[in-house]
Nanobody, 127 residues
Framework: VQLQASGGGLVQAGGSLRLSCANS????????MGWFRQAPGKEREFVAT????????SYADSVMGRFTISRDNAKSSAYLQMDSLKPEDTAVYYC?????????????????????WGQGTQVTVSS
């Protein structure tokens, strides 16, 4: 499985960006997808996750109401729409995938729960 994240860049506070993550693995629906971020000097933290079917999503409190995670199983891709960006959202954003056998309501928010990671894409929000 290879994950390719893209869509990062420099944006002013209040602006928007849309991150994409292409998954080369077979049966994309068999993976929970997640987005994490890591700011300089800080640990990698959970941002959002979406179940295999796309019916279950979960967000970190810091991005709730501003970010939206989605997926297109036909395109084997996941997305993170980021609106109302703040300078504190500046970080390298990583997409991650967790192989699942049953698409239930379990929410995965820990880095250790994910099996595959993309290379990261830089998001910089200027004030």
């Amino acid at each position: 499985v290879q994950l390719q994240a893209s869509g990062g860049g420099l944006v002013q506070a209040g602006g928007s960006l849309r991150l994409s993550c292409a998954n080369s693995g077979r049966t994309f629906r068999g993976y929970v997808m997640g987005w994490f971020r890591q700011a300089p000097g800080k640990e990698r933290e959970f941002v959002a996750t979406i179940s295999g079917s796309g019916s279950i999503t979960s967000y970190a409190d810091s991005v709730m109401g501003r970010f939206t995670i989605s997926r297109d199983n036909a395109k084997s891709s996941a997305y993170l729409q980021m609106d109302s960006l703040k300078p504190e959202d500046t970080a390298v954003y990583y997409c991650a995938a967790k192989a699942i056998y049953i698409d239930d309501t379990t929410v995965y928010i820990k880095t250790s729960q994910y099996d595959y990671w993309g290379q990261g894409t830089q998001v910089t929000v200027s004030s």
